[in-house]
């Protein structure tokens, strides 16, 4: 692992050490490292939807053209394709507030995928490259999400040793 790679936040949330002996942390230290999570959880989910949207944009249009009806025009048809069908499952949390994009880490992998030009015009890529750019980003989508699920599991982990402390002495709840 580079020594780039190595100060990203995703990487330090991953690695096993992150939520290992956090009785020995102080409350400052554990909380840091939730609120740590709930940022890369919120980044990751803001990239999850990006390329969830892109996705879903390629493959309507490779839809279309396989169709022998004519729905309209892509963009006449981009509310309905980005429309979530039924309610997506939530873990309950709260709406944070978020630094800007541009200050996020990881704000350029979010432009490669989503400002790529070869996909950002579907109706001038032939069905080949089309389908493969759809592969890309489902294959993006696993990853995002299978990162996400391991950041989940991490904030849950420092949760509950929040939780433990907090029943052992309700005053630290506070301070």
Do not use: W
Request: charged share 40%.
């Amino acid at each position: 692992m580079t020594e780039e790679k190595a100060n990203r936040r995703i990487d330090r949330i991953l690695r096993p050490a992150y939520v290992e002996g956090l009785a020995k942390l102080s409350l400052s230290d554990l909380r840091e490292r939730r609120d740590e999570c709930r940022a890369e959880l919120e980044y990751l989910s803001f990239l999850r939807r990006q390329v969830q949207g892109r996705g879903e944009i390629l493959k309507a249009e490779l839809e279309r053209r396989h169709s022998h009806e004519d729905d309209g025009s892509l963009i006449d048809r981009l509310a309905q394709i980005l429309t979530p069908e039924g309610d997506a499952p939530s873990r309950g949390g709260a709406v944070q507030v978020h630094a800007p994009l541009d200050e996020t880490p990881g704000r350029r992998r979010v432009e490669r995928l989503v400002d790529d030009a070869a996909i950002s015009d579907p109706g001038s890529l032939d069905d080949a490259r089309l389908q493969e750019a759809v592969e890309g980003l489902i294959a993006e989508e696993h990853k995002v999400s299978s990162d996400r699920s391991s950041v989940i599991t991490a904030l849950d982990i420092l949760q509950d040793e929040l939780k433990r402390r907090y029943k052992e002495d309700v005053s630290q709840v506070l301070s």
